[in-house]
């Protein structure tokens, strides 16, 4: 079993930056790939940006592109979601996910195990 934690959520301003954080309560190589979701009140869950953990290949949603950067820290299973040029529609509960699946195509489906989530909150 693979708990995560995700820190970092808070009130920001449009236009504003944040980074979440999300930590892997074990380091375990057979993590193949960790990725961030989000969910406003009302919507679906969706998946954010994923990273391949071996390969360090990404994948993001299309309405975070060229916004958002998913990245990790070397040899540790802790990934950071940067968030920048932030709008108010990206205000959601962001949740870690990890996963030992080989695929992914950033659906919830293809992910084992998620964090508590933290709150993003954008204001005009």
């Known amino acids: 079993q693979v708990l995560l934690v995700e820190s970092g959520g808070e009130s920001v301003q449009a236009g504003g930056s944040l980074r979440l954080s999300c930590v892997a309560s074990?380091?375990?190589?057979?993590?193949?790939?960790m990725g961030w979701f989000r969910q406003a009140p009302g919507k679906e869950r969706e998946g954010v940006a994923h990273?391949?953990?071996?390969?360090?290949?990404?994948r993001y949603a299309d309405s975070v592109k060229g916004r958002f950067t998913i990245s990790r820290k070397n040899g540790q299973n802790v990934v950071y979601l940067q968030m920048d040029n932030l709008k108010l529609g990206n205000t959601a509960m962001y949740y870690c996910t990890a996963t030992y699946r080989d695929y992914s195509d950033l659906r919830a489906n293809n992910f084992n195990f998620w964090g508590q989530g933290t709150q993003v909150t954008v204001s005009s």
């Open positions: 074990r380091y375990s190589d057979s993590i193949r790939f």
């Open positions: 990273l391949d953990m071996y390969r360090f290949d990404t």
